[in-house]
């Protein structure tokens, strides 16, 4: 009687096509709604909080022109000192405008020519 050797009783096992199921098709694509989104939310929540009243901002620009203003007027006229203060307003004005506070800017600087106009003495 023949004897069989413990190679010949194995079957080759064959490989196996990969498949792309509906399943792991419909995984893949949940993954990747699910990536997209956080990456919105999270380049939506970095961005800069609103303060509670849209008119704050506005309201500190004027203040800070009037302060500007009467930093100028305090200096002694015809001196360096005023002019340097002068260009200062215009200066912050300026970089309000380069930044993007358009309304802002021009409540700063309007509230500025206004202090300077009430506040000098002209002849």
């Given at each position: 009687m023949a004897t069989r050797t413990p190679n010949t009783?194995?079957?080759?096992?064959?490989?196996?096509?990969?498949?792309?199921?509906?399943?792991r098709?419909?995984?893949?694509?949940f993954i990747l709604i699910l990536i997209i989104a956080?990456?919105?939310?999270?380049?939506?929540?970095?961005?800069?909080?609103l303060t509670d009243s849209p008119t704050a901002p506005i309201t500190e620009a004027a203040e800070a022109g009037r302060?500007?203003?009467?930093?100028?007027?305090?200096?002694?006229?015809?001196?360096?000192?005023?002019?340097n203060a002068l260009l200062r307003i215009h200066a912050?004005?300026?970089e309000l405008m380069h930044n993007?506070?358009?309304q802002a800017a021009d409540e700063y600087l309007n509230a500025a020519n206004n202090?300077?106009?009430?506040?000098?003495?002209?002849?």
């Open positions: 009783t194995k079957r080759k096992t064959r490989k196996r096509k990969g498949r792309l199921r509906k399943g098709i419909t995984f893949v694509l956080g990456i919105v939310w999270l380049c939506r929540s970095c961005g800069d909080e302060r500007d203003a009467a930093i100028a007027i305090s200096a002694p006229e015809g001196t360096m000192a005023r002019q912050r004005h300026s993007g506070f358009k202090y300077l106009n009430t506040h000098t003495y002209r002849k």
